[in-house]
DNA sequence: ACATAGCGGTGCAAATTTGCGCCACGAGGT
DNA sequence: ACCTCGTGGCGCAAATTTGCACCGCTATGT
């Protein structure tokens, strides 16, 4: 008989999670499964093989060097199945089903949630999945159709299109804003983003627009930067379509906005003969592109 | 969540098998599973990917465009796995476990079969599974670690090892060879095999150095041709190592052995690292090239 | 020295998957 | 016109797989 037909494929992606997790109860977290379960799809993989793929230890399981033989090969039939994903929904002329996006979680109360929003009012036909997270979920393996982040480049086997070129901008409370004036910041605190310790004389304050500033706390992401600057602790800067967006917060005077990051979105070159991921593209591109200014 | 997570891969071994056997049924067979098995998992990897691969009508199941575009990435799923296993064996140093052979059906009572034979009881610690087919199994799926044939020539990405340059001879019994002259096959019969039809003065005939024989009878396999050949019907012209096997013939006289095919020895050229199957084909090679005089 | 958290392994009951046997249907041969 | 064979689909009982709750263990931090 064929030896491979006895072979349970689905073995290997256990096996890939586990390589990956680096324990058992890790890897059955990732692909929602037991913990026992994973355990027990691997020795029947390892028996089936006849070759001790992994070694057990009170801290997890670290790969033979059979081990290691065999993942490159379970890499590429996960490479081969994520392109089959691609290459299937490619295929689906359907204006339904669903869009996979993912964006960074502070993006979610702004204008481009927004017009995710409006995008599914012009298609009932077409849901969303949409997935905040500050880990960036992997195009390659199909996670998601469509990425959409901000940075200043981007890089991979993949398609990236620019939405807007962001600017910055430091905001504050609006009372706060009133106790200010046309001197350098003196007197006025800035919030730091999560800068090494013991910069309060950081450079980039220096040649900000506000030198004479002083700075005060770090904080590491946009939330915790609007909750200190909303109740007036100090200034801080933000990419303009978040801080516009925060209720609490108005522009700070006395400075125009200043270049930012790029917005990008991006996906696999294959992605876009999908024709509901082709129609949301093209929706963000143009309507993000037409309100450029709010960037 | 991750979309190909969900996926049951084990379902692309289906696909492929139900691909190739065109029927749930004979996939079925193939696989080792229950049609209603067969036909449920492809049912459930429909969903998964919600796309229909096979279009179902009472002739059995034909690939839609979808499944075309799925073919060939399950194909090379396929082959990674193919590839992954040998590696596998390939790390395995212990010489013990089972070594895979696939031989030609006719070979079986042989000096090879008797070679195969022979090497099991210098390793008792490995087992041989021999698996005499006519059609000949894949080395590249790696159904088999080793393929022993019967050809002129050997094409595509394995390593081939000459094991003995053939002979050929005409066989007969030992009656019919009483009753032979040196009158170039006189009033004799031979045993064609299954040549088009209407050939009773074949080319090869007049070539053969029986050019006066009469050619009687079609008959497609060694066994067939030997069946004939015990019951004194005729000459019959066989591979030297196997007529010489056979009990009820001898070789005709009036002529010399005429040289024949090659026996080869193939493997893929990652299998040889694992240590039985290297033990065996360094067995089989040395063994039958010192009696070469035998084929 | 102690407590804690995370690890792999295992017994057992629940949930899922499988194989069996049957159905209706249609093509091909008689 | 009939029969046979092979097809996919489906219900039900058996077999398998899974999830849960533990166990003993070991690093790590208090």
Redesign the interface.
Known sequence: ??????????D??FFL?IARAGSARKAAH???ANHATVARRLTLLEEM???RLFDRSQQGLTLT??GE??LP??E???R??????R??????TRIA?TV?VSIPYFMVNTPVGEHIAAFTADNPEIQIALQASNQLASLQ???VDVSIRYAKEVAGDMVGTVLAHCQKAFYCAPGLAKRMADNGGQGIDILGWNEPHDESDAEWIKASPFPNANLRHRLAEGASQTLFATAGLGLCILPCFYGDAQPGLIRAPYHDPIPDRTLWLLYHKDIRDTARVGLFIDYMTTNIRKHSSDF
């Open positions: 008989m064929d030896r491979l037909t006895q072979l349970n494929w689905d290997l992606k999670a990732g692909t929602g093989l006849d070759a060097r059979m033989t065999l090969y379970a590429r039939m996960e081969e199945l994520a392109g089959a994903s290459a299937i929904s490619g295929q689906d089903g996979h393996r199909h996670e």
